[in-house]
């Protein structure tokens, strides 16, 4: 899809991605790779006596799934190069259970063209959890295209 095309299109939602399980492997890879072993991710024992009664993902791996989910919901970009500027905001609302599944919802809320050539987007997230009324996170995040 071209830039100019997206545009006509601020407003209104880009895609919902499919669903992404949470597992405990994958808890247990992010944990190692970011050297995060807090028991509430990591140690299932320990977890039951937690608020959350279980191991839960950390809030990052939640949101670096954001990446994968963004790809699978929305149409590819005709672009030279396209890199993640960071995000306005992020909030983590309810934690995810290990085993839960979730989907990223992706809402284009700006695109402008900063530069000849280089435009800004802006897109609204909520990551929904299977099953549960309130999401895992709400973002704004921002993206930076070089056409």
């Known amino acids: 899809m071209k830039l100019e095309e997206l ?3 601020v407003g209104q939602a880009l895609g919902t991605s499919k669903w992404f399980e949470v597992g405990q492997d994958r808890i247990n890879q992010f944990a190692d790779a970011t050297e995060d072993h ?6 299932p024992v320990r977890a039951k006596d ?21 790809e699978d919901a929305t149409p590819p970009l005709e672009t030279k ?8 905001k992020v909030r983590f609302l309810s934690p995810v259970r290990s085993g839960k599944r979730i989907r990223g919802h992706f809402t284009l809320v700006e695109l402008v063209e900063k530069r000849p050539g280089q435009w800004q987007q802006t897109v609204e997230v ?3 959890i299977e099953g549960e009324e309130k999401p895992a996170l709400l973002a704004e995040w921002i993206f930076q295209h070089f056409a």
Do not use: K, R
């Open 81 to 88: 190069m396209s890199v993640n500027y960071g995000f306005n």
């Open 38 to 43: 807090q028991y509430i991710h990591v140690d």
């Open 50 to 70: 937690s608020p959350f009664g279980q191991t839960i993902a950390h809030g990052f791996l939640t949101l670096s799934l954001l990446a994968p989910m963004m």
């Open 126 to 128: 909520s990551v929904e």
């Open 7 to 9: 545009q006509a299109t």
